[in-house]
């Protein structure tokens, strides 16, 4: 490696290389790219949630509300399920 | 053999589409196979001038598709290699002008004549892309190592396999390995790590490759030309070759370097 | 051996080449040829026909350069097919504007034409500008570029073989003229800089120096 490299990335070190704010930051565009490809990901993603919580407890399935939210630099899956009543079996 | 169908694909326009479609197409007949070339990108056509054959052109897909001409007619021979030939996009006509359904046909009624039929696809996701993929067995996605060329570059393959086209490959264009030395390009893992797709293969950045499109020639028939040994490379693992892969420090080692200056001592 | 013959017509030479086939025996010819006349003056303008052989760019200045080494200057080259003989000259053969066939209709378009778009008439063409790669003109009838024709122009699509077509720069793409179809050769091609006409003799499309 040539004297002159050596000498730039020893003063660099401290700032992260582009590559790595390239690889992130396709990372985060690419999650939202992936994940609001369509309206029809969220729905089918609601109706496999329903399907498994009710078998554990009643819910109210008219107010449930997926969404997906941007933070700073991350994306999180929210959803906001009111609960009517639990079942027995799941219960015990 | 059973003969192929390659749509050479990227979403993002400018990465080397119709440069890989005209080096892949001249190594397989290099190679002895017998390739067609299909120019979809209507209304900019461009292979027919990388390809050096832009004044043999009487008809076109358009016209073949519509029946003004045969197939035959509108297949225009390559002037280097008997087994290569180009069916060349309109350029005073629309993407519209013909449809997935009619390229499907096209493909197969090529099937009979030729091993390997390379379809040149235009930027986008619209009527040209589903043109171009209506008729293929395989996809080959380029990239290059920017953030925006691969993330449209993720799109594409997702429509790829939505639309059932299940086997793509990514080849990497115009790597440049001393920006990945620096930190300042990605490099190849980090790329297939974020589209998880299979390598095909890596293309250095080249200056050759502007020559060679200047003189419509493709670089593959230059010897010297680095990107040209990459297609060239890339052309036998279409036929199934184990072949190393590209590994960025290729022109100059230390070893070269220590020769040359050796060299220059002299 | 073939010999070259020359001939001297309004003060200008005028050396017949088209015999001869390879480049090599061009410029011995024209050595010898030089060699054996006498008493011409030095300046002179000399035109060269080669027939339907193509030279490069490269050839066009060796050429140059024998004639200079004799004090004489290239003034044309001129590409035909079939011998030149002296009815050719001054025949109806030659090109002129009255032999080009007659259309009701002229078209006038004052603007480039770009690579993509297209015109098509069922009379003449006359474009005041340049015909880009990639555009296309067709024409029932005759064509006329007053620019540089660099795309495809097709004179005659009825089928009319008398149709021409001239440009002031012509270095087409392609050119066809009712159902012959040309393009210039592969490799460096001749750069002319002069308004030259293509038209159709003896079942194929030439092109020459177009004089009015």
């Known amino acids: 490696m040539a004297l002159l490299d050596i000498l730039s990335r020893f003063f660099s070190k401290d700032s992260t290389s582009s590559k790595d704010i390239a690889r992130e930051r396709l990372r985060f565009v690419l999650v939202h790219d ?34 997906l939210e941007n933070e700073e630099n991350s994306i999180a899956l929210v959803a906001n399920i009111p609960v009517t009543g639990f079942r027995r079996a799941a219960n015990g | 053999m059973k003969s192929r169908v390659l749509v050479i694909t990227s979403g993002k326009g400018g990465v080397g589409k119709t440069t890989t479609t005209a080096n892949l197409g001249t190594a397989l007949a290099m190679m002895g196979k017998k390739v067609v070339l299909i120019d979809t ?27 003004h001409c045969k197939l035959k007619q509108a297949l225009i021979k390559d002037k280097r290699f008997d087994g290569l030939y180009l069916l060349p996009a309109a350029q005073t006509k629309e993407k519209t002008a013909i449809t997935p359904h009619q390229m499907k046909n096209l493909t197969g009624q090529l099937r ?25 067995d395989d996809a080959v996605v380029v990239a290059t190592p ?20 299940e086997n793509c490959r990514l080849i990497v264009n115009r790597l440049r390995s001393k920006m990945v030395k620096r930190g300042d390009m990605m490099d190849i893992g980090d790329i297939i790590d974020i589209l998880s797709i299979e390598l095909l293969g890596v293309v250095p950045e080249d200056e050759s490759i502007v020559v060679s499109t200047n003189r419509g020639e493709p670089a593959v028939l230059e010897k010297s030309s680095t990107a040209g040994g990459a297609y060239r490379r890339i052309a036998r693992r279409i036929m199934g070759e184990e072949v190393p892969m590209y590994s960025g420090d290729e022109p100059e080692n230390i070893v070269d370097k220590f020769k040359k200056i050796l060299k220059l001592a002299k | 051996m073939v010999s070259a013959a020359v001939r001297s017509v309004r003060g200008e030479m005028l050396i017949d080449l088209q015999e001869i086939n390879t480049f090599t025996e061009i410029k011995e010819a024209l050595e010898t040829q030089l060699h054996s006349i006498n008493g011409y003056l030095l300046g002179t303008m000399v035109s060269i026909n080669i027939g339907d052989k193509h030279l490069t ?3 066009l200045h060796e050429i140059e350069d024998i004639l200079l080494d004799h004090g004489l200057h290239l003034k044309d080259l001129i590409r035909t097919s079939g011998p030149l003989s002296p009815a050719d ?17 002229t078209l006038l378009i004052c603007r480039n034409l770009r690579s993509g778009q297209n015109f098509f008439t069922e009379g003449n063409i006359v474009i005041l500008g340049d015909i880009n790669p990639g555009a296309e003109i067709i024409a029932g009838g005759n064509i006329l570029v007053m620019g540089t024709l660099k795309g495809m122009a097709h004179a005659g699509a009825f089928g009319d073989e008398k149709a021409v077509i001239t440009a002031y720069r012509l270095n087409p793409t392609q050119l066809r003229i009712a159902n012959h179809i040309t393009r210039p050769p592969d490799g460096e091609s001749i750069i002319v800089n002069n308004p030259e006409v293509a038209r159709i003799r003896a079942g194929k499309v030439v092109i020459e120096k177009l004089k009015i």
């Open chain 2, 41 to 67: 990108d209507i209304g900019l056509r461009n292979l027919d001038v990388v390809m050096g054959l832009e004044n043999r052109i009487v008809f076109d897909i358009v016209d073949a598709l519509n029946g």
């Open chain 1, 34 to 67: 992936r994940a609001s490809v369509s309206p029809e990901f969220i729905n089918s993603l609601k109706e496999d949630l329903i399907k498994v919580i009710k078998e554990y407890m009643d819910i109210d399935e008219e107010g449930l509300i997926v969404e």
């Open chain 2, 112 to 136: 009979d004549d030729f091993d390997f039929i390379i379809v040149d696809c235009p930027a986008g996701i619209e009527q040209g892309f589903r043109n171009a993929i209506a008729g293929a």
């Open chain 3, 57 to 59: 760019n490269k050839q």
């Open chain 2, 146 to 165: 920017e953030v925006s060329s691969v993330r449209d570059a993720d799109r594409i393959i997702g429509l790829l396999e939505a639309s059932g086209l």
């Open chain 3, 89 to 105: 000259v001054s025949s109806d053969d030659n090109f002129s504007i009255g032999t080009m066939p007659d259309y009701e209709n």
